[in-house]
């Protein structure tokens, strides 16, 4: 793609990017209020007013003032978000809003351009823009605020001022929402998959509140001296003790006893591990899973539900 065309690609999207500033009130240590101030960024997302950013851009958020391209200020409320994903929905009361077109992520590739947009300070100019290639996907990263899996790594900037912003492909679409969950690493960034904020986002939108979807089981780290124990064929895996009436588990006919070694193509280890799995997953969403019965392995799919 010529150089004209990926600056008129970068000045459309750009319309969609939004400088999000927040107060949080703290006191000190005589009780007095101490206002404190934070800077992000975010995109809009859909026409009516909505725009994506990280959860952690506003957590604790008194008051979220979100700044347009255009010079516009309007004060945002807070629909809803997931903490586990580092998404929050914001939406205004704005006309002539330009969304920004949404790509799919499962078709990205490593060595594929990018650029990273975002508006920390809502200065005249327009937002800051950032380049790099797609160094690696699938990334797990352990942070102060969790762990965070399947992220796409680049080593266009991303600081915590654009955090929140788009990572979009050549053609404009975004990618992936930016975050400065490692605010201090050195040509490293990391961005949520869009693919897998959709759902997601399309659950704050419809309830205000994103839950993560169950199984219905209740099961035991398995290890060495339990397989020897019960004479178990494996030693690895969750030792299933009980399954809920009704619940997907129970219909896709897991049972009590069962050794439940891999969900979804991942191998499965411990309980938190499969907790882990669970919440990057949608409700609807069918997966494999791969247990051990009477010394068979068998694969039955369950289709995961919202949590009760």
Not at 186 to 193: K, L, T
Not at 235 to 253: D, F, K
Request: charged fraction near 25%; proline fraction near 4%.
């Amino acid at each position: 793609m010529s150089e004209d065309k990926i600056v008129e690609m970068l000045e459309r999207v750009s319309k969609s990017v939004v400088n999000v500033n927040t107060l949080r009130v703290f006191h000190d240590f005589f009780y007095q209020v101490v206002p404190v101030k934070g800077i992000g960024s975010g995109f809009v997302f859909d026409e009516k007013g909505y725009i994506l950013t990280n959860y952690h851009v506003i957590e604790g958020a008194e008051r979220i003032i979100v700044t347009l391209v255009d010079g516009r200020v309007f004060e945002a409320k807070f629909i809803g978000g997931y903490r586990g994903l580092d998404l929050a929905v914001l939406k205004i009361d704005a006309d002539n809003l330009v969304a920004a077109k949404l790509g799919d992520s499962d078709k990205i590739k490593v060595g594929q351009r990018v650029f990273a947009i975002g508006n920390p300070f809502g200065l005249a100019g327009g937002p800051t823009v950032t380049s790099g290639i797609i160094s690696a996907v699938k990334r797990t990263i352990y942070s102060d605020r969790g762990i965070f899996r399947d992220l796409i790594q680049t080593d266009a900037a991303i600081n915590p001022g654009n955090s929140g912003g788009p990572l979009v492909n050549v053609e404009g679409e975004v990618i992936g929402i930016n975050t400065a969950i490692i605010p201090f690493a050195q040509g490293i960034g990391f961005a949520i998959p869009i693919n897998a904020a959709k759902d997601i986002v399309k659950e704050i939108m419809q309830y205000g509140y994103y839950v993560r979807p169950w199984l219905g089981i209740a099961g035991v780290n398995l290890n060495r001296q339990i397989a020897l124990h019960y004479d178990l064929p494996v030693e690895h895996g969750i030792l299933v003790v009980n399954v809920v009436p009704g619940s997907p588990a129970h219909r896709a006919g897991i049972e009590r006893g069962d050794i439940i070694l891999e969900f979804d193509g991942r191998r499965v280890d411990s309980v938190e591990e499969l907790q882990r799995i669970l919440s990057e997953k949608t409700h609807g969403c069918e997966c494999e899973v791969a247990i051990v019965r009477d010394l068979r392995k068998l694969r039955v799919k369950v289709v995961l539900e919202r949590e009760l």
